[in-house]
């Protein structure tokens, strides 16, 4: 009778496993995957089962940590029963298990039947790998779509069919169920493709177990930091001087941003390893007590240091005196943590997505993780995000594009609606192994990239202290517990510092206008990005891409928080003035009307003067700030002030102390003509050359000559070079250089 059971066994296993074709439904398409012989997956609700397995010729490896005891699956106590349906909720017990020896494919599949035929209470399942992907586990777990409620039913009955055990439904998404299989039915593999071909439900996947990366690419130097020092000067992507042989002027334009807004009454979710709370650079930014997907609950736990790093370059508190600042100092940061392994990391990942807009009510959600098999519940958690969010006006999703120098990975690649975010050099370039900073690994590109922002040598916050192993926190599993032995790291890499950068930007726009929907926001980011390095790439018109000019391994260009800012206002299309406030009025003779224009207005020396204007300023030619002026701009209903003939929010304020009291570009952008103006304090031999983004000169304008003191203009025709970003480099008489951005433009 034993044999009889036995041979049964075997024959009822090798139809699950001898086929040569191993697959998943996704949306209706074969995704395929091929046999990994090197790892089996054992389970069972029996702890004493797990742990006594009899595995002959196995080692139990820790690729988990602590995966030498077996690890405990709590999936049923996070999912919610059916209505009027009682659900066994046993806990699972659940070990990773690697071979000793190599095996051919039909020696594994052999050495799985003895497995399951000697342990006849345990599931056991095989490993898979695709070409981007080298190991993926095969839960006990598959999930199924209902088409609507009224099919649970359907769903209950084909569960009975095949001995499967129903856990529960998702809380979030009430349509998807979370089935297990058991020791006497076929493998997850097999019986989610069985659902899916009845024709009676929208989806159903088997949970892979992916060990989901986080996109870090370490460096290999460390610089050491100090702790509690700022390294605000190090935050190249903010302010480009040079730093990391970088080339002055590429960044991101913080600075002008932050003159308008410091990201004030925005959440942004991070969906990662959950970051410390108390940290002296974001406990005045955290908003409440975020939420842990592996258990379901609140607070939010810290299962390794990639979390606090994202975090701290979305909003690291500015000006405290603190490590560093985030692209957004002021707003809001709210911690959703997960592990990135395990059995039911697919559904957590989408839980955590699914709490962030609703639960945690974000504005933006940050991810800078992927690159596993594309999952339908994930799509969905995804979709309700951005449709659900924001009362309807859709959460802002952004996604790092992955590290491995090819193609843009999942989730990035799976919704049209996220922003897509690839990793650029301090030079400008896609970060590749032979970008100027010297790290040897590239950010992924292709169809799906939307921008790019900066994404190495990033100072980025830390875990607390010297913390070996997994200190006070002690998850399991657990990821490195810190980058450094010291509360900030210097050199944050990969994607996952450029996403969050964007998410950054993202929140910024909302400050000043939260009524902007997804499509908006995306469309503003798109649109105002920086073409740089056109002596690298060269960007062009790209069907399916209408936000401007587009590059496959650049997007849009460079995101630009201040453009962004500007064209989130909606200031930028009334180009004339609606009034004129004169301070001291004695000082100018004309007199406060409800509408005028600049032409031919002269501010006297000495005089203070307000224009409050519809939206855009411009001032036409005969206009004069003579030296000692004080000329503001300021647009009704935004939040910047604006100089001049140009955008940039600062005060026109000439001082008479420095060999040049100003200068500046108009138009910028232009199409092929535009002028440098700049008054100088006295007379001095002044240098003036036009450069590219590699720093070349390409112009020069003047070359050590002698000007008088006073007002001076230097025509530019740009009309013979190719469009893109340039600088100007003025040399007054001390030797002091003063450089701009000019955009060339269609």
């Not at 702890?47 to 010729?57: E, L, T």
């Not at 649970?152 to 069919?161: G, N, S, T, Y």
Request: charged residues 15%.
């Amino acid at each position: 009778m034993r044999i009889l059971i036995m041979l049964i066994l075997l024959m009822g296993f090798s139809l699950q496993l001898s086929a040569q074709e191993y697959f998943y439904y996704y949306k209706g398409t074969k995704i395929a995957l091929e046999l990994n012989p090197e790892y089996i997956f054992i389970s069972s609700p029996d702890k004493n089962s797990v742990d006594k397995a009899r595995i002959n010729g196995i080692n139990i490896i820790p690729n988990f940590p602590n995966s030498n005891i077996t690890q405990e699956d709590n999936t049923g106590q996070i999912l919610m029963q059916p209505p009027y349906f009682k659900v066994k909720r046993s806990v699972k017990f659940w070990k990773e298990v690697q071979f000793n020896q190599q095996y051919s494919e039909a020696d594994y599949l052999a050495q799985i039947q003895t497995i399951r035929a000697t342990n006849r209470d345990i599931v056991v399942a095989p490993y898979f790998k695709t070409a981007t992907t080298d190991k993926i586990g095969l839960s006990h777990f598959f999930y199924v779509k209902l088409k609507q409620q009224q099919d649970l039913p359907l769903l209950l009955k084909e569960i009975e069919k095949y001995n499967l055990e129903l856990v529960g439904h998702n809380k979030f998404m009430s349509l998807w169920y979370t089935v297990s299989v058991t020791p006497k039915s076929p493998n997850a593999l097999k019986m989610a493709n069985l659902f899916y071909e009845t024709g009676l439900f929208e989806y159903a996947e088997p949970d892979l177990m992916l060990n989901w990366s986080v996109n870090d690419a370490q460096g290999t130097t460390e610089v050491e930091l100090t702790p509690n020092d700022p390294f605000y000067t190090d935050q190249w992507g903010l302010n480009n001087t040079g730093q990391g042989s970088g080339i002055a002027g590429i960044d991101i334009n913080a600075e002008a941003a932050w003159d308008i807004t410091l990201g004030d009454n925005v959440r942004v979710a991070v969906v990662d390893h959950g970051f410390e709370m108390n940290h002296p650079d974001l406990d005045d930014n955290t908003i409440g007590t975020g939420y842990d997907t592996e258990t379901g609950t609140s607070p939010a736990n810290v299962w390794g240091p990639h979390g606090i790093a994202c975090a701290s370059i979305i909003g690291a508190e500015g000006n405290n005196s603190e490590g560093i600042s985030g692209v957004a100092p002021n707003t809001g940061l709210i911690s959703i943590s997960q592990p990135f392994g395990g059995t039911n990391s697919t559904q957590e990942l989408a839980d955590g997505i699914s709490w962030a807009w609703d639960d945690g009510e974000a504005d933006v959600i940050s991810n800078s993780w992927g690159g596993g098999s594309p999952s339908s519940l994930i799509d969905d958690a995804i979709s309700d995000a951005l449709t659900l969010g924001r009362g309807g006006l859709g959460s802002i999703v952004v996604f790092a594009t992955g590290n491995s120098n090819n193609g843009v990975k999942y989730p990035a690649n799976g919704n049209d609606d996220v922003l897509a975010v690839g990793a650029m050099s301090p030079c400008g370039e896609r970060k590749q192994p032979g970008s100027c900073d010297g790290e040897g690994w590239g950010s992924c590109y292709g169809l799906e990239l939307d921008v790019v922002a900066p994404g190495v040598l990033i100072p980025s916050a830390d875990r607390q202290g010297d913390v070996a192993g997994c200190g006070d926190y002690n998850p399991s599993p657990c990821t490195a517990s810190a980058y450094s032995n010291q509360d900030y790291h210097s050199r944050f890499n990969g994607t996952s510092s450029a996403c969050p950068h964007v998410a950054g930007i993202a929140a910024l726009v909302l400050s000043v206008n939260p009524s902007l929907t997804v499509q908006e926001v995306n469309d503003i980011i798109e649109q105002s990005a920086q073409k740089v390095r056109i002596d690298l790439y060269t960007y062009s018109t790209t069907i399916g891409r209408p936000n401007g000019t587009w590059h496959n391994e650049m997007g849009y260009g460079l995101v630009d928080a201040y453009e962004a800012v500007l064209l989130a206002q909606q200031c930028a299309n009334n180009l004339t003035l609606n009034s004129v406030t004169v301070y001291p009025p004695s000082i100018v003779d004309n007199e406060v009307s409800d509408f005028i224009t600049a032409s031919n207005y002269i501010i006297q020396s000495g005089a203070d003067v307000t224009f409050d204007a519809g939206q855009k300023i411009e001032l036409l030619p005969g206009f004069d700030a003579q030296l000692g002026s004080n000329f503001l701009g300021v647009i009704d209903g935004c939040n910047g002030m604006y100089k001049g003939e140009t955008n940039d929010p600062i005060i026109l304020a000439p001082t008479t102390n420095e060999a040049i009291s100003s200068i500046k570009c108009y138009p910028n952008p232009f199409s092929s003509n535009t002028t440098i103006f700049y008054t100088l304090s006295n007379e001095q031999n002044v240098s003036l050359s036009i450069l590219s983004t590699t720093g070349q000169e390409i112009v020069n304008l003047l070359d050590n000559t002698a000007q008088s003191a006073g007002k001076h203009e230097i025509q530019f025709n740009g009309q013979d070079l190719p469009k893109g970003m340039y600088f100007y480099r003025f040399t007054d008489g001390t030797g002091t250089n003063h450089t701009g951005k000019m955009m060339l433009v269609d």
